[in-house]
């Protein structure tokens, strides 16, 4: 089975630019996360969706970031504009509907975005 | 709420040495606790989960972690570390069943295997 896709693999922008990550989760999977895991830190949730619907985006700071998942399936998250301190690793992963499946996430390579 | 706080931020063993990287969680309900391990470039792959079945939880790689109710822990073990275990490792808790499953992830142990 193939994984979560993320792309791409590094970004290196300017601050004030724009940015944009694209996330392909796992066929089937109903529910697609992403996270920001800043140097040293463990990753931390910025929204959650299920199906094509928002189930979660308390952290997502919604004045610079924005994602969607139109059809359900894939996903972009956007940042406009940069700020240094957006600089991390920006992880995608996806889970299940019901059963074991539900209960695991699985995990993207991830994008890293450094912001100058 | 839930949180998890992982006791050690750097571990460093032998090769051939026992692994063990603490981690407590707190949570006013019956948890579900996670190991993810992350290796430099790659993304974060999942070790084993506790999710109330048996307390003695084995995973991939030879690592097994044991959920302890009473002293609120969830510790990952190996017998014995090999060369290509070196990498940052996640203790991880979820919200409770019904709820939008969030992961809580702990600030990571990182593991140095030493030849």
């Known amino acids: 089975e193939a994984g979560v896709a993320q792309s791409p693999r590094y970004k290196i922008i300017e601050k004030r630019q724009s940015v944009a990550f694209w996330c392909n989760p796992i066929?089937?999977?109903?529910?697609l996360y992403w996270y920001q895991q800043i140097l040293g830190q463990g990753p931390k949730l910025l929204i959650q969706?299920?199906?094509?619907?928002?189930?979660?985006d308390s952290q997502l700071p919604k004045d610079r970031f924005s994602a969607e998942r139109l059809k359900g399936v894939d996903s972009t998250l956007k940042i406009q504009p940069a700020k240094l301190e957006d600089s991390a690793v920006y992880l995608c992963?996806?889970?299940?509907?019901?059963?074991?499946?539900?209960?695991?996430?699985?995990f993207g390579p991830g994008t890293r975005l450094l912001v100058l | 709420a839930q949180s998890v706080t992982q006791l050690d931020s750097h571990v460093s063993v032998s090769e051939g040495t026992p692994v063990l990287l603490r981690c407590n969680y707190s949570?006013?309900?019956?948890?579900?606790l996670f190991w993810y391990v992350q290796h430099p470039n790659k993304g974060l792959q999942l070790l084993l989960k506790?999710?109330?079945?048996?307390?003695l939880v084995k995973g991939i790689n030879g690592f097994e972690a044991e959920f302890k109710k009473s002293e609120t822990s969830f510790h990952l073990t190996k017998p014995s570390a090999h060369m290509s275990d070196a990498a940052e490792y996640f203790c991880?808790?979820?919200?409770?069943?019904?709820?939008?499953?969030?992961?809580?992830f702990g600030s990571g142990t990182q593991l140095t295997v030493l030849p």
């Open positions: 969706f299920q199906n094509n619907g928002v189930v979660d």
């Open positions: 506790y999710t109330s079945a048996a307390t």
């Open positions: 949570s006013s309900y019956s948890p579900s």
């Open positions: 066929s089937g999977h109903a529910t």
């Open positions: 991880v808790v979820t919200g409770p069943s019904g709820s939008a499953r969030q992961l809580t």
């Open positions: 992963a996806s889970s299940g509907l019901a059963g074991p499946s539900q209960e695991t996430q699985y």
